[in-house]
């Protein structure tokens, strides 16, 4: 069974920053691509940024230059660095572990940015 936490979310003022975590048990980690959406109220989740198993990246638009997301195979967990951070951005962070046709997902963690 594999397990997926986030940590890290929080209220914060626009323009400054965030740091969430994402722990994940079981071995199968470092072998599968690892993601973070988002879902905003009366919004559908939406794929934030997403790291494979060689540390390539990929990011929406609307965060490219302000987040960033990385990986630690060793520790099975992955972050995602978000500055500049906007009032659009305020959502319930989701982070996942894709492996093959199965997606494990976190239980959420909320992000409010305030104007």
């Known amino acids: 069974q594999v397990q997926v936490v986030e940590s890290g979310g929080g209220l914060v003022q626009a323009g400054g920053f965030l740091r969430l975590s994402c722990a994940t048990s079981g071995s199968i980690f470092s072998f599968h691509v690892m993601a973070w959406y988002r879902q905003a109220p009366g919004k559908q989740r939406e794929l934030v940024a997403l790291?494979?198993?060689?540390?390539?990246?990929n990011y929406a638009d609307s965060v490219k230059g302000r987040f960033s997301i990385s990986r630690d195979n060793a520790k099975n967990t992955v972050t995602l660095q978000m500055n500049s951070l906007k009032p659009e951005d305020t959502a319930v962070y989701y982070c996942?572990?894709?492996?093959?046709?199965?997606?494990?997902w976190g239980q959420g963690t909320q992000v409010t940015v305030s104007s």
């Open positions: 996942t572990l894709i492996a093959g046709p199965y997606n494990y």
């Open positions: 790291i494979n198993s060689g540390g390539g990246t």
